[in-house]
């Protein structure tokens, strides 16, 4: 496997288009199949923005810790020096991180993430994983046995980041998903070479009766409402 950068942040919310801007970016590398011991990790200052009770109960990152910190014009560009052009991996990215974070570089007149580069590990996820309740990161986590006692007290990106790389890593090592019509057209090509049916099993030759029909109907009204 080529590098790989496993990345993740922390905002002051959700909405960056109302103004929202990021706190904390932490990024892991994967090199070979293997998670190496390079990783990136900044706070930054917000700028003025103000983190709300909500999201402070989710990172604990306060304004006060943040003042003396680097704004986002000196930490993007040692960002992007770090991803290089290696695909870069974040969890619900497409939705979430790879918009946020590109709305920040944009910003500052810096080139964005290229979309070729970005890949989603809850994509991944949802076409190679049957079984977990959900697909968050710590549903994936307990589903491959990863340890979150790190991120007991609350979330931080340099560790949600180092999570993320374990368990990309683990999808890697899952086999795609079949597609469906295919699983469908084996069972279906068994079904008719059992030897107790075939293709000359017995089908109806006679037309339903009016109240065979009428209850068909009605039960098909039922669905369409």
């Known amino acids: ?3 790989v950068i496993c990345f993740d942040i922390e905002t002051t919310g959700f909405e960056y288009m109302r103004g929202d801007r990021c706190i904390e970016i932490g990024a892991v590398e994967i090199a070979d199949g293997v998670i190496t011991e390079r990783t990136f990790h900044e706070y930054i200052n917000p700028d003025g ?17 943040l003042e003396d910190k680097p704004k986002m014009s000196v930490i993007a560009p040692k960002f ?3 991803i290089g052009d290696a ?3 974040a969890h619900n990215g497409l939705d979430f991180d790879f918009p946020f974070m590109n709305h920040e570089l944009e910003m500052l007149g810096l080139p964005p993430i290229p979309r070729p580069q970005q890949l989603d590990s809850i994509v991944i996820a949802r076409n190679r994983v049957f079984g977990p309740k959900s697909y968050s990161l710590d549903a994936l986590a307990k589903w491959y046995g990863i340890s979150l006692t790190a991120r007991a007290d609350a979330h931080g990106a340099l560790i949600d ?10 999808l890697e090592n899952t086999a795609p998903a079949p597609d469906i019509n295919d699983v469908i057209a084996k069972q279906h090509d068994a079904f008719l070479a059992h030897p107790k049916i075939g293709e000359t099993f017995p089908y109806r ?5 009016d109240e065979e029909l009428a209850n068909h109907n009605a039960f098909m009204e039922k669905i369409a409402g």
């Open 49 to 65: 923005k103000i983190i709300p009770p909500d999201s402070y109960m989710v990172h604990k990152i306060s304004n006060a810790f």
């Open 161 to 170: 980041a180092e999570i993320l790389a374990k368990v990309f890593l683990e």
């Open 205 to 209: 030759t006679f037309a339903p009766h």
């Open 1 to 3: 496997m080529k590098r």
């Open 80 to 82: 992007l020096e770090f």
């Open 87 to 89: 695909p870069v991996v």
